[in-house]
């Protein structure tokens, strides 16, 4: 198991930038695939992205693609998404994931959410 803890959340100005980390601990970071997923007020959690655990493989949503970018350093059991040209839509509670395993399917364990608000 691995427990996610997200940091950098905020309120930036459309067309800002930020930079979200999820730090993880407990079993092996290297063998877990990792994801960034989202919630806006009134609808479902949406996947964002995610990554492989070699950080070889990404996979965008559509809505963020070009725009937004992860990345991970497994010596340090951390993921990132860096966050540009934001748009209000992007307003939401974003939440780190994790799977065992390879990229597709279903993300096991959560961090408990980090806020980004988007003014415009």
């Known amino acids: 198991q691995v427990q996610l803890v997200e940091s950098g959340g905020g309120l930036v100005q459309a067309g800002g930038s930020l930079r979200l980390s999820c730090a993880a601990s407990?079993?092996?970071?290297?063998?877990?695939?990792m994801a960034w997923f989202r919630q806006a007020p009134g609808k479902g959690r949406e996947f964002v992205t995610a990554?492989?655990?070699?950080?070889?493989?990404?996979v965008y949503a559509d809505s963020v693609k070009g725009r937004f970018t992860i990345s991970r350093d497994n010596a340090m059991a951390t993921v990132s998404l860096q966050m540009n040209s934001l748009k209000p839509e992007d307003t939401a509670v974003y939440y780190c994931?994790?799977?065992?395993?390879?990229?597709?399917?279903?993300?096991?364990?959560w961090g408990q959410g980090t806020q980004v608000t988007v003014s415009s």
């Open positions: 994931a994790a799977r065992y395993g390879n990229i597709n399917g279903q993300y096991d364990y």
């Open positions: 407990g079993d092996t970071f290297g063998y877990y695939a």
């Open positions: 990554i492989s655990w070699s950080g070889g493989d990404t």
